[in-house]
């Protein structure tokens, strides 16, 4: 069942600017922060290009509201559990991630907003592995495990490697799991 066409000023306004959000997240997501404009992102949500300057001032304002990350859980429990953890979330990678997060690492490579976006929630879930990991070198093992997860996303989501179309999950965190066992300091035998 649909939703009644908004009646309040109000309501029409919050509509057209979830309209403009969801476009400019597509365009974002589609042609990075350099390439889309907001001519696009207007002539994508019908609306007239003023207006979207009208809501959001400038194309900064619209990136920073579209490109908002949602929240990821933390990564916590033993390096055992960590690892699982990983690797479950490769399902979640080479599905279908969030819009605002496609755009974000659309444009992660081209402006610095993004790059920094990408950058303090990877040092967070890095921080988060590192703490798990019992090693002199915990940090930079934490980083290597998410930089590899960090790898198959983009090959996934960006590059469209024809290697990785159609691979089960399962099948990709079965080769995954050693390596990854092995950046955390675990024995890598096979799991799961």
Known sequence: MEDPPPTTRTQRRQQTEQRIL?????????RGYER?????????AKVDPALVMQ?????????????????????EGTLEELTEELL?????????????SLATMRSMLTHPEAAERARAALDGQ????????EAEDAELRAALMISTML??????????????????TEKIAGLL????????????????
Do not use: N, W
């Open 22 to 30: 969801s476009a400019a997240r597509r365009m974002f997501g589609e």
């Open 36 to 44: 889309a404009t907001i001519r696009a992102v207007a002539a994508a």
């Open 55 to 75: 809501y959001f001032g400038s194309k900064q304002e619209l990136f920073e509201r579209a490109a908002r990350m949602p929240s990821v859980p933390p990564l």
């Open 88 to 100: 479950t979330r490769i399902g979640m990678k080479l599905g279908s991630i969030p819009e605002a």
């Open 126 to 133: 890095i921080a988060q592995a590192g703490a798990a990991i």
């Open 151 to 168: 790898g198959v996303t983009i090959a996934h989501q960006l590059l469209d490697l024809t290697a990785l179309r159609g691979v089960p």
């Open 177 to 192: 799991r050693p390596s990854l066992r092995t950046l955390a300091a675990l024995p890598p035998d096979a799991q799961g």
